[in-house]
């Protein structure tokens, strides 16, 4: 079945979609987007994922591209039309087309919105959790800015392609005072000896992951104890279990960091039972 992509108010076959050369994604990564998951059909957490898209927008000053109903509608339309059950679907929104120069271009000028969906098998998420993945540490040096959900992903490409040639799942970045502050893809979690459960906190130097606040309130509903702090690599080196959050793999149990066993080199009961209980605390639209 062919795929179709949403641009800018039309629904073109994938393999023909494109955007102008001087959209100012494409020139300048000015631009911002939000994945969500679909399961059976539906979105998970359309609304705080949409909620963070306004917020990035905001914080970029870029226009809203359209109300949020119509918006909702081009993303399950889109979903739809390309018969996604499972999967994820994708949204990005740039600061439009315009003439090349790096300050904003003309009020009016209209954000370019682009909507794709694909499917993801289950299983293949399924088998990656019970097997559980592997990451690797990477220096922080992306920009200040990573709360923002923004295109310019440059530093996570690097970093991605790093633990893909290490063999490894995902990048941890560690900042400069030793702090794990996230996944190049995906928010890191460990849990301590004493059953603590770590993770930086999303004020700054993180994305809010949507995911990881769902799983704050699976925590709360497992009576977890939340330890919401910065976590060195030394302290994920002696976890019980670590565990990455994002969309599109829900909780994945990390088994192994800078080729060390975590725990005892299984996924953990805690990851695994987050991950179980997770969609009876996401909202399916
Ligand atoms: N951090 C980064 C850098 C990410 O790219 C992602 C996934 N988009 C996440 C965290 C997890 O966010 P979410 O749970 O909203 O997918």
């Not at 979105?43 to 949409?50: I, Q």
């Not at 918006?71 to 499972?86: C, I, K, M, P």
């Not at 991950?275 to 996401?282: E, P, Q, T």
Request: proline residues 5%; glycine residues 8%.
């Amino acid at each position: 079945m062919s795929r179709i992509a949403y641009v800018n108010g039309r629904y073109v076959p994938h393999r023909d979609a494109a955007v102008h050369i001087e959209d100012r994604g494409y020139q300048f990564s000015d631009g911002v987007y939000e994945v969500c998951e679909v399961r059976d059909g539906r979105l998970v957490d359309e609304r705080r994922h949409m909620e963070r898209l306004a917020r990035s927008l905001g914080e970029l000053r870029i226009p809203n591209p359209m109300t949020p109903k119509a918006l909702s509608a081009v993303l399950h339309e889109t979903v739809a039309r390309n018969r996604v059950t499972n999967g994820i679907v994708y949204l990005q929104v740039t600061r439009g087309v315009a003439r090349r120069d790096h300050a904003f271009p003309p009020e009016g000028t209209l954000p370019a919105v682009v909507v794709t969906a694909r499917t993801i098998e289950r299983w293949k998420g399924e088998r990656e959790a019970v097997n559980g993945v592997t990451v690797v540490s990477y220096p922080e040096n992306r920009w200040s800015r990573p709360d923002i959900k923004s295109v310019s992903l440059l530093g996570n490409v690097l970093a991605k392609q790093f633990a893909k040639e290490k063999g490894a799942r995902e990048a941890w970045y560690v900042d400069r005072d030793g702090f794990v502050t996230e996944g190049s893809s995906s928010n890191a979690w460990i849990v301590t000896a004493d059953n603590k459960v770590m993770t930086h906190g999303a004020s700054n130097g993180i994305l809010r992951g949507i995911t990881r606040t769902v799983i704050l309130d699976v925590m709360k509903a497992h009576n977890v104890t939340l330890d919401e702090r910065p976590f060195t690599l030394e302290q994920a080196f002696a976890a019980k279990e670590a565990f990455v959050t994002a969309a599109s793999q829900i909780v994945l149990p990390v088994i192994s960091i800078d080729g060390r066993p975590v725990g005892d080199g299984k996924p953990g009961p805690i990851a695994t039972a987050l991950r179980r209980d997770f969609h009876n605390h996401a909202e399916f639209t």
